[in-house]
């Protein structure tokens, strides 16, 4: 790097090695938004020893060599009119060049790109080169280089927790691990990952750090297309103090970029057996978080379907019951009717045979035409159809 300081070269012009003059030194000039990056290649602060520039040229290197330098932009007096001209056509869609060579504006030449939706494949080694003649018509030029690291934003974030559940309780002393993975943003920090826990209703106790460090691996930050993907992993023992604990993992310490995960547990210190399932919660920006599950839960599935068998069977005999009590209070009620019937229809029979308009008396087989004979008390035989009927007796109040 050669800011601010003479340069001694040699350069081969037509098979001659010519010495160059001394002159102020090429300016490197980088600056990052959120998502661009601005470029700047211009001459130092003192252009007296400069008589004409041959041209400003902003390179780029795409092979770590010498001989690899890509230029990116450019501006020769000689060609545009001195303006400055993209010359790398793979950032037409976002790069913006301005600039000029100008003899008679040296201080006001410079060339400067502006490239948007920066990636970390924008980093690299970028030089600015300035060719010029001097005022002795000797050929000269300075050269100042920047190692460039374009500095991304962590991706969104994804905790596995195992073994999932998600409607019934952890047991004590049962082992849960949460781990996190995403993209750890470029480039990364010393320490990506940090863990933190609180309460779920967070009104007496705030977000604090994990306190269990040996219960903490943080795997090696792997870069491949351009990311850097990181993963950490925590295994909790389950307490009783666990019930409705949160666990919180972050990138960079920063809460835009973390996922977190609650766990409730029981006193049974019994933990079961059997085929573990594991689900991911994973943040998609600012407090939203979104969930996928990864296997589905089978004691939660068999113990559900034992509940609601239960409760079918249980519906079904409250049905059968109800409809049984129906059925014999109906026939009851019917048996009563029927014998307050009956009831009813032998009254009126035997009202209707002691009438005594309706009897037909006689006596020694002649019709009783003397009722009213003087006889206190009279007893008849009634006979129907012949047949003779003893022990009726009829009363006659003989006045």
């Given at each position: ?205 705030l977000w604090r750090s994990y306190p269990y460090n040996d219960r903490i691996t943080d795997d090696p930050v792997t870069t491949a297309n351009c990311t850097n993907q990181g993963r950490s992993t925590v295994r909790h023992v389950a307490s009783v103090d ?158």
């Open positions: 790097m050669t800011n601010w300081s003479q340069l001694l070269m040699l350069m081969y012009i037509n098979g001659c090695y010519l010495s160059s003059v001394t002159v102020d030194g090429a300016q490197l000039t980088v600056t990052q938004g959120a998502d661009t990056m601005t470029v700047t290649c211009r001459p130092g602060t003192s252009v007296s020893q400069i008589d004409s520039y041959s041209v400003i040229t902003l390179l780029r290197d795409v092979g770590n060599s010498r001989f690899t330098r890509a230029p990116v932009a450019m501006a020769a007096p000689s060609k545009n009119n001195g303006q400055a001209i993209l010359t790398d056509t793979s950032l037409t869609l976002r790069a913006t060049v301005t600039g000029k060579a100008d003899n008679n504006d040296k201080r006001g030449s410079f060339v400067q790109i502006v490239l948007r939706k920066i990636s970390c494949s924008d980093s690299g080694q970028y030089f600015c080169r300035i060719n010029y003649l001097t005022v002795d018509v000797e050929p000269g030029s300075s050269e100042d280089s920047r190692n460039i690291t374009v500095q991304t934003d962590p991706g969104p974030v994804s905790m596995f927790v195992t073994p999932w559940k998600e409607a019934s309780p952890y047991f004590v002393n049962e082992t849960v691990e949460f781990q996190c993975t995403g993209d750890v943003g470029n480039p990364p920090q010393t320490r990506q990952w940090s863990w933190q826990w609180q309460y779920a209703d967070g009104m007496m106790d666990d019930n409705g604990r949160m666990f919180r993992c972050l990138v960079n310490n920063n809460e835009l970029y973390s996922a977190n995960f609650t766990i409730y547990t029981e006193t049974d210190t019994t933990v079961p057996s059997g085929g573990v399932t594991s689900k991911a919660v994973t943040t998609v920006g600012p407090g939203v978080v979104t969930c996928e599950v990864c296997r589905p839960q089978t004691d939660s599935l068999l113990g559900t379907g034992i509940g609601i068998g239960v409760g079918i069977s249980v519906l079904t005999g409250l049905v059968v019951g109800a409809v049984i009590f129906v059925f014999f209070r109906i026939r009851k009620v019917k048996g009563e009717n029927e014998h307050q019937y009956a009831s009813r229809q032998e009254n009126a029979g035997v009202q209707e045979s002691a009438t005594y308009d309706d009897l037909r008396q006689d006596h020694g087989g002649q019709p009783n035409t003397g009722a009213s004979e003087p006889s206190t008390y009279t007893t008849l035989e009634a006979r129907v159809n012949d047949t003779p009927y003893s022990g009726l007796t009829v009363y006659h109040n003989v006045n």
